[in-house]
Every structure is written in C-alpha cells, then in structure tokens.
C-alpha cells in the first residue's frame, strides 16, 4: 500500500508543463536549427497550440529567439548542456587527455556517451585547421553512423531489434575493441574510437579521434592513431 501510495504521489509532482517544454527543446539539433511552431509540434508530438505555448515561454525566458516565422536557440540555450558538463566529473578528467591526443596527432579528440538513440559529445579538443568539422561539445549524432556510437553499442547486451547487418558490425567492432569509420557522417572524413572502461568493467564513455581524409589514411588511424587512443582511454577509465 505505501509503494502505491508514493506512486501516485510521484504521479501527482510531475509537472506535464515542464515535460511538453523539455520535449521541444530537444527537437533542435544539427538537422533542425530553427523551428517554426508546426515544425516543433509534429517533432515532440505535440498540438500546436501546446507547441506554441512552449516556445513563447522559452522565448520570453531568453533560451530561443524569434523572428516571426522560425524560433532559434540562443547562447543562454547552451546553460542546459552546460549543467552536465560542469556537474559530471567525466569531461573535466578527460579534457586535459583529450588535449594530449590533439596535440600528439594534430587531429580533434572527442568524448562522446550514449544517449538514447544517439551519440552525444561532452568534451572535446578542436584541432586548429583550416577545415575542420561542424561538431562541438552538445552535439548530437545517429549512434550507429558514427564510430563513437557503434563502440558504445557494441558494449551493450545484442539487441535483436537492430538490423543484421548493424549487429554484425557491432560484433567485429566487440572483436577488435574499436570502431572506425570512412565517410558515414560527413563526406570526407574519418573517426576512430575506443571504449572508456571504469574499474567495475563497465564502459562508460566512448573517446575518439577525427580527421579528414586528406591528413589521415585508414591505415594511419589504425596503425599510429589506435595505440595512441587507447593509452589515453585506460588512463580516463583507471582515474574513475
């Protein structure tokens, strides 16, 4: 009877306003910078009248701007990822290996984990290049596309869900104990990545490197990026 009891009063706390204004939020992403309101209630699911309630609130609360047709995020948007970054002790351990990796090679590093269906980078040391790719920390891509996601799928239970052929790649990249991908993200550019594992065994974070095509052959990530990363990993996961 207790159990039931706090569950309903779980039920009652909940703030559905709240939910419905967090679920647009998330609607902006790489795809999707801007939104005009029937753009953001087919996204979140959502009426569009609700859709339009939510984003004035986050207009007038200065997390989207608004120019009469798309509503933008702004630079307070970025708070919200913040909050993460700052509170988790795993992008302040990383930053200063993610720093060695840049340095060492030349190229970007990245610490990315699994969120959902996604890959969402929480630290990161831009390489200083002429060409350079769009990601920053707060970016979010496909998990099965990009080579960070397929070693953090790989350290999960098979899923039957995915297709075959996805589940026989996450195999190979749980043989090899990395990932590495050609051109699937962004034309002309390659990623590499490697899994950070905490003492309990668990892996908690993917980190990887990219470059583009013109610097870095397959062969060279292989060969003189791999080694590289995965000293830097074990030393993430043994400081956890």
């Known amino acids: 009877m207790a159990q039931t009891t706090r569950t309903l009063e779980e039920r009652n706390e909940s703030m559905g306003g709240l939910a419905k204004g967090l679920a647009v939020?998330?609607?902006?992403d790489r795809d999707h910078p801007r939104l005009a309101v029937t753009d953001a209630a087919r996204l979140a699911g959502l009426a569009p009248a609700v859709a339009r309630r939510c984003m004035?609130?986050?207009e007038?609360?200065?997390?989207?701007?608004?120019?009469?047709?798309?509503?933008?995020?702004?630079?307070?948007?970025?708070?919200?990822?913040d909050a993460f970054t700052l509170a988790d002790p795993l992008p302040s351990l990383a930053m200063p290996l993610l720093d060695e990796l840049r340095d060492a090679l030349h190229e970007t590093a990245s610490l990315s984990i699994l969120d959902g269906e996604e890959v969402l980078f929480v630290a990161r040391s831009e390489a200083a290049h002429l060409v350079a790719t769009s990601l920053r920390v707060g970016g979010r891509l496909p998990s099965t596309r990009?080579?960070?996601?397929?070693?953090?799928?790989?350290?999960?239970?098979?899923?039957?869900?995915?297709s075959r052929e996805t589940r026989e790649l996450l195999d190979r990249v749980r043989a090899d104990g990395?990932?590495?991908?050609?051109?699937e993200v962004e034309l002309g550019l390659r990623a590499i990545a490697v899994p950070v594992v905490d003492a309990s065994g668990a892996c908690v974070a993917a980190m990887s490197l990219s470059a583009v095509t013109a610097r870095a052959t397959v062969e060279r990530l292989v060969?003189?990026?791999?080694?590289?990363?995965?000293?830097?990993?074990?030393?993430l996961g043994r400081s956890l």
């Open 25 to 28: 939020i998330e609607c902006f």
């Open 56 to 58: 004035r609130t986050l």
């Open 60 to 81: 007038q609360l200065g997390y989207l701007s608004y120019d009469g047709k798309y509503y933008r995020p702004t630079p307070r948007f970025a708070r919200l990822a």
């Open 146 to 162: 990009t080579a960070a996601g397929q070693v953090l799928l790989a350290a999960l239970p098979p899923d039957a869900r995915l």
């Open 178 to 183: 990395y990932a590495l991908t050609d051109q």
């Open 223 to 235: 060969e003189e990026f791999l080694p590289e990363l995965r000293t830097r990993a074990e030393r």
